[in-house]
């Protein structure tokens, strides 16, 4: 089992890149949380794996953090759910807004998920629920909400129902200070980092 990768970045192309690692390129799939934070080309980089074996296909896939290597493992294991439609999760939401979403049984969200119906968001909900305490990091459960990420969370809601896609929001407001911030003016000015 390839358990990370680090080496020089050589190619990347969403979802796949390539990272040579002592003379040999890994080509890896991403999420787009990963893919958004990647350095540029020839840029030295570290990433979490998890390989599959297909009968027909061996993929590796990357990940930034361990939390989310976690979580796609965690999401593999749930009927009917594969490495395709985990990478689609992981690439919508942060790991922590996809807890919140089966914590509050929170279909609607899960459901704007390409690839994701209703009853798959369903699905997701009953059989992740006792699995997500061990799929935080160190078999932690996952911390409640401060008031912040509650603001965050419906920022991102609002955000999603006026048009944009949820990964475009992640990114928007990960570049915003939103500390003490309300919903309104995280609304407010990540449309004015949109605009920009």
Avoid: W
Avoid at 54 to 71: N, P, V
């Amino acid at each position: 089992m390839i358990g990370s990768v680090r080496g020089r970045l050589t190619f990347k192309q969403a979802p796949r890149i390539v990272v040579e690692c002592g003379g040999v390129g890994y080509e890896l799939e991403t999420p787009m949380s990963t893919f958004l934070d990647l350095p540029e080309t020839g840029a030295d980089l570290f990433l979490y794996t998890h390989l599959l074996v297909r009968e027909d296909a061996q993929i590796l896939y990357g990940f930034s953090t361990e939390d989310e290597r976690l979580m796609f493992r965690t999401l593999l294991k749930v009927n009917r759910v594969g490495a395709k439609l985990a990478l689609g999760i992981l690439s919508a939401m942060t790991t922590n807004d996809f807890r919140r979403c089966v914590e509050l049984e929170d279909t609607t969200a899960l459901s704007r998920i390409p690839g994701v119906g209703k009853k798959t968001a369903e699905r997701l909900i009953i059989e992740m629920r006792d699995r997500i305490g061990a799929s935080a990091p160190g078999g932690a459960t996952a911390a409640p909400l401060t008031v912040a990420a509650s603001a965050r969370n419906e920022a991102v809601d609002a955000l999603v129902a006026l048009g944009y896609k949820p990964q475009e929001v992640n990114k928007l407001i990960a570049k915003l200070d939103i500390e003490e911030k309300s919903v309104e003016d995280i609304i407010r000015l990540a449309l004015k980092q949109a605009a920009n």
